[in-house]
């Protein structure tokens, strides 16, 4: 008959499926740090295996970080975090499409950048990111950091496996205001 006549509906058609088993975020095993770092051969992949188990970035948020994201010493100029930390900013127009799936407010005001997400940095990362910028300052002109822009040709879906990221964690456009604002 029409739908439209009849008078109760038992079940709204468009409601979420019940029953079925909620999927959790796969954890890694405790020791699952420790073993990669012991099997990367490069500071950029221990940068990473780092980053991402110490802050619980997501691989797009990683990916996605400009070096004005970055405030890895004390008293940061954006006063929003006195210890050392990063700001997650979504941006549309990152060069090896990485992205956010977060997008609180972000704005850079005098080269800073304040507002979005902001992460707590530990000593491991903040140490991470110093052996990678001085072994990639080491390796000569052939190395990622040859102009301001690091391999901005790294996709999100590339980064998920830890030898594919380049050096886009640690990467930089220039200072933009927020698209969105």
């Known amino acids: 008959m029409l739908g439209h006549a009849k008078t109760s509906v038992p079940v709204n058609p468009l409601a979420p499926q019940r029953g079925g088993r909620r999927r959790h975020p796969k954890m890694l095993p405790e020791d699952a740090r420790s073993r990669l770092l012991e099997v990367v051969n490069t500071a950029r992949d221990r940068l990473v295996v780092t980053w991402l188990a110490d802050s619980g970035l997501r691989i797009g948020e990683l990916t996605g970080l400009h070096l004005v994201d970055l405030h890895l010493r004390a008293g940061a100029g954006c006063g929003e975090c006195p210890n050392a930390h990063l700001h997650v900013c979504h941006r549309c127009d990152n060069r090896n499409r990485a992205a956010a799936k977060t997008k609180p407010d972000w704005w850079?005001?005098?080269?800073?950048?304040?507002?979005?997400?902001?992460?707590?940095?530990?000593?491991?990362?903040?140490?991470?990111?110093?052996?990678?910028?001085?072994?990639?300052?080491?390796?000569?002109?052939?190395?990622?950091?040859?102009n301001e822009y690091a391999s901005g040709s790294i996709t999100a879906k590339e980064?998920?496996?830890?030898?594919?990221?380049?050096?886009?964690?640690?990467?930089?456009?220039?200072?933009?205001?927020?698209p969105t604002r």
């Open 159 to 178: 980064a998920s496996t830890v030898g594919a990221v380049a050096a886009t964690c640690s990467a930089v456009a220039p200072p933009h205001e927020n």
């Open 108 to 146: 850079v005001r005098d080269g800073v950048v304040t507002g979005g997400l902001v992460k707590r940095a530990s000593p491991a990362m903040v140490n991470s990111y110093f052996e990678y910028m001085t072994s990639a300052v080491n390796a000569g002109p052939s190395s990622a950091l040859t």
